[in-house]
């Protein structure tokens, strides 16, 4: 993929910058879009217009030539880095490798990401090249606009989502209530970190991973981001939120469905309800030059009208709903834009997610989520998981 650095061009040329400069390794989705290249230690990246890597060792050096997107890969001891050593000592020395290089292509400013390493920082300063945060962080506006394969990415990567989710609600249906009110399968308690485990698994035979997800039952529900533990109940609302990466491609993908095992309270089933409600008019907001705020502001209208606090109603609130509508999603899966106060204009090209709720410990949580890419005339839901309560 070759992305469109066209804006950072117009940042550089605005700010009488010579280049941008990042500092770390590929797991800074910032870095890894900017590069191209994959690697577990840090490295940086020069953009003046081209793109220049530099790495401490040769370790990646015969890699990066030929997998990155740079015009050119470069290494320490390209800039006399044994030698420096000898005379600055190890730390100091890294900070002249890094002048010299920047001195070969010109580059007197950098403008730097807002969480730059202050060493390097320092040290560049102590070399004599003007150093200035990028407080907007521009890249990482630029990788919130989507190419139509980055879209394709984060499909591949939802599709994969729903085949896990496909097992955990296959393991819920085919539980059974015991006694106590807990579910069982095969004999045994079916917990959330067994639901988890199923989840993970699907997802590593699809070619995907996650750190965590979410499977939370009853009142651990009603913290949106309660990961879930223990044994699950019948009748109570099971949140199960997944947000999976592709281990190809490095894109994420974001699903929730809440299921219940058995038979809801009333006011379970109309939370539900009303939370689809509240997600279809998030849709029907959902197109070009609406702002995100105007989608949020869609959720709460629905919320507030049927008398559920939302925080714009009560900032303070701890019921009802207490979060954003929603967020981008590709190489982070929390990343620009925001659906949310304040949220700025949706271009095409823009992924979100669309993800209303309402909580309270005595109920529970209901959460649906699906992911969808804003187009010219709209916007494409990319999921294709059915929506349903009861299992």
Known sequence: MDPDLSALDEYLDETDTDGYLLDADSE??????????????????????????????????????????????????DFDHAELVDEYGSDEAVSHVLARFLDSYGVDSVAVPPRFPLKTADGLRARGVEVAADTDGVVTEIRATKTDEEVEHVRVAQRANE????????????ATVADDGTL?????????????????????????????TIVA?????????DRGSGPLTA???IIVDIFPRDKTTKYHADMTRTFCKGTPSDTVREWYDLTERA??????????????????DAVCDVYEDAGHPTLRSDDRTETGFIHSTGHGVGLDVHELPRLSPNG?????????????????????????????????????????YRKRLVV
């Open 28 to 77: 800074d989705s910032d870095q890894y879009y900017l590069s191209g290249f994959d690697a577990p230690d840090p490295f940086v990246t020069l953009y003046d217009g081209e793109t220049h890597l530099l790495f401490p060792r040769s370790l990646e050096f015969g890699r990066a030539k030929r997998e990155a997107r740079a015009e050119s890969v470069q290494r320490y001891v």
């Open 184 to 212: 069982e399968h095969d004999g045994e308690t079916l917990t959330s970190e067994r639901v988890k485990e199923e989840i993970e698994v699907t997802l590593l035979r699809n070619g995907c991973s996650l750190d965590e």
């Open 163 to 174: 085949r896990a989710m496909a097992a955990a609600e296959e393991l819920l249906a085919d």
């Open 235 to 237: 009748d109570e609302p």
């Open 279 to 296: 997600m279809d008019a998030a849709f029907e907001a959902l197109e070009p030059g609406a702002t995100g705020e105007d989608v949020h």
């Open 344 to 384: 700025g204009e949706l271009e095409p090209g823009h992924v979100v997610t669309i993800e209303p709720g309402l909580y309270d410990p005595d109920v529970g949580g209901i959460r649906i989520e699906d992911i969808a890419v804003v187009t010219e005339d709209g916007y494409e839901n990319l999921t294709e």
């Open 217 to 225: 039952c009853g009142a651990d529900a009603a913290d949106p981001h």
